[in-house]
């Protein structure tokens, strides 16, 4: 029996020729990453486990990028406490404010993660970097102290569930609404525990900003890590990129999966996930004319050069509707500066929509656009849970930056192909 | 390891943001957490809570982020236990990493009530149901978490690791 290709690389890392699943392994991590929410508790436990250094000064990353530039006194304190450890180990990589990015952008931006790459983060998103066939998985802040401390963690190897996407995606479909169409049809538990492969040629034909995507939210599954088996359009990705080499791994032909489910892409319209659930998932016309007071575009799903040249394109020329606020965070200051440069920044700002500098912010209800009492929000972003972005009765609305955009203009939730052709 | 308290039920999926919503993750002290412990799914529930009442759940317990401070604003509430039909991976690392006791008991959930007294017997996976008159048997526990439970958590398990490495 083959193994699948989430399974050679989790043996890899254990030193052993195969892992099957269930079996628990020690494996060597490539990257530990934390940010400021997470990494001041993991600190803590960093300290009380009775280590003084970390395992690898170049494999421990930590990004401000939740609730800054600092949004009050308490925030600053947690990043103080994670930029004067990042000092005293001297870490290469601190990601400070002004050169950094959200955590999930910037990783695969800098090359710092790559194919073949173990990769656990405290932060649930970190699954992310499974689109450039890696393996990467979200752990609490006690685990990130014991990664940071032994360079290792213990995992419980999961069982796979292999997507299958046949046909070409319509117009305005992307990888936020295959993901979304997938977390509907399964749930928010539909992969508890387990690995999901995405795969067929729908897949092969997605940028690698639509694969990002879809890696991001696994999570929202219940999954372990997403992952995509490496191609041509991951290996254009990270040239010139990646600093400490990879390895590409494919899994075996007879690698065993605990189910395979298989999608026809061709009908499906661009997708919304309705409050409160990101697997309560709707085709965007059944939701015509839902009313909307904020519009967010961005978040380490869809804050992506390409996510921001769609958004552009469509508010190209047109104004946010009265009373509606349309927040645009470009995710990294790398995003941010190409936004600038082919003026997409100032598409924005022309259509009288906010923009602001790289930050997590309002997609946990942080800052930078917290909802009131019974507000509606379009967003990019991942999660609409109640209270997630603000107030206990506001509500969210997941959608792709097309979709996003085109709401914001009308002032409620519409078709892309409402306001402009492809 | 015996554990006795009053039930407080809530449904399916029960996310860390219902369980401690991210406005308040600018601290990561557990009474400042505890203060807003389950805010979102019940207003009520932080006056009311006592010390050593257990929460009983459905499936997927704390799905969504990886913030470990959702198991331990639960802890720092003075929450003795979960019992649950099941619970997202991260949050079920979590809570063994920081020592809130947690057990999966998709019978046990169905046949309680709010407001049941109930015993957690955490060596051998018994759960009685004092104020119905029923038990049930909990998920055995992996032996890997075992051995971490043997070790005071991981914190511990680390530390005897760190010292075998010298």
């Known amino acids: 029996m083959g193994m699948t290709i989430t399974e050679k690389i989790l043996a890899a890392h254990a030193g052993v020729e195969k892992v099957a699943p269930g079996e628990i392994i020690n494996a060597q991590v490539d990257v530990a990453l934390g940010n400021d929410i997470t990494a001041p508790l993991a600190i803590k436990a960093f300290g009380e486990m009775g280590a003084n250094k970390v395992f690898d000064k170049d494999k421990v990353i930590l990004v401000p990028d939740h609730f800054t530039p600092n949004k009050d006194i308490q925030s600053a304190e947690q990043c103080r406490l994670m930029r004067e450890f990042a000092q005293e180990q001297d870490l290469t990589h601190y990601l400070e404010v002004g050169r950094m990015g959200i955590e999930h952008a910037l990783l695969p931006e800098m090359g710092l993660v790559g194919p073949g790459y173990l990769v656990i983060g405290a932060d649930s998103h970190t699954c992310t970097y499974g689109a450039l066939g890696a393996f990467a998985t979200g752990v609490g802040s006690t685990d990130l102290a014991a990664a940071m401390a032994a360079g290792e963690i213990w995992l419980r190897v999961p069982e796979t569930i292999k997507f299958i996407y046949r046909g070409d995606c319509q117009p305005w479909v992307g990888g936020k609404d295959l993901i979304l169409y ?52 991951t290996l254009e ?186 | 390891m015996k554990i006795r308290g009053r039930l407080w039920r809530f449904g399916h999926d029960v996310d860390t943001d219902a369980i401690i919503p991210a406005r308040y993750l600018n601290t990561s002290d ?111 526990i992996p032996p890997f978490m075992q051995e971490l439970i043997r070790d005071s958590g991981l914190l511990g398990h680390v530390a005897k690791r760190l010292k075998e490495q010298g």
């Open chain 1, 182 to 233: 997938t977390i509907g049809a399964i749930g928010v538990d539909g992969a508890l525990y387990q690995a999901m492969e995405f795969t067929g040629e729908a897949i092969s034909a997605l940028e690698m900003s639509g694969r990002f995507t879809m890696a991001n939210m696994a999570i929202e599954a219940g999954g372990k890590n997403g992952i995509f088996p490496p191609d041509e359009i």
């Open chain 2, 30 to 140: 557990p009474q400042e957490l505890a203060r807003h412990c389950m805010e979102d799914a019940d207003a009520a529930f932080v006056e009311r809570v006592q010390p050593g009442d257990i929460i009983m759940a459905g499936k997927n317990f704390g799905c969504g982020s990886s913030r470990e401070h959702a198991p331990l604003a639960i802890k720092a509430a003075g929450v003795s236990c979960v019992i649950a039909e099941g619970f997202a991976r991260i949050f079920y690392r979590n809570a063994f990493n920081i020592g809130l006791p947690i057990v999966e008991s998709p019978e046990a959930v169905q046949g309680s009530q709010e407001g049941d007294e109930v015993e957690v017997d955490l060596a051998s996976g018994r759960i009685s149901n004092v104020t119905r008159g029923t038990t049930f048997t909990a998920q055995p």
């Open chain 1, 237 to 422: 990705y990270i040239r010139g990129r990646i600093k400490n080499g990879y390895t590409l791994y494919q899994g075996d032909e007879d690698a065993s999966y605990a189910e395979i489910k298989e999608f026809d892409v061709s009908a499906i319209d661009p997708q919304v996930a309705c409050p409160s659930s990101p697997a309560n998932v709707q085709g965007v016309r059944e939701l015509t004319g839902v009313a909307i007071d904020q519009a967010v575009i961005g978040s380490c799903t869809n804050g992506r050069l390409d996510d921001l040249r769609i958004a552009a394109h469509i508010l190209k020329g047109k104004k946010v509707a009265p009373y509606v606020r349309l927040i645009v965070i470009p995710a990294t200051q790398e995003i941010y500066l190409q936004a600038l440069r082919e003026g997409l920044l100032e598409i924005f700002v022309q259509a009288g929509g906010a923009v602001s500098t790289p930050t997590c912010g309002p997609c946990l209800g942080g800052h930078m656009g917290v909802l009131g009492a019974g507000e509606v929000a379009i967003a990019t972003t991942n999660r609409n849970f109640v209270g997630r972005m603000g107030h206990p009765t506001s509500q969210v609305y997941l959608a792709n930056p097309a979709v996003a955009a085109a709401s914001a203009i009308k002032g409620k939730i519409v078709h892309p192909e409402e306001v402009v052709d492809k």
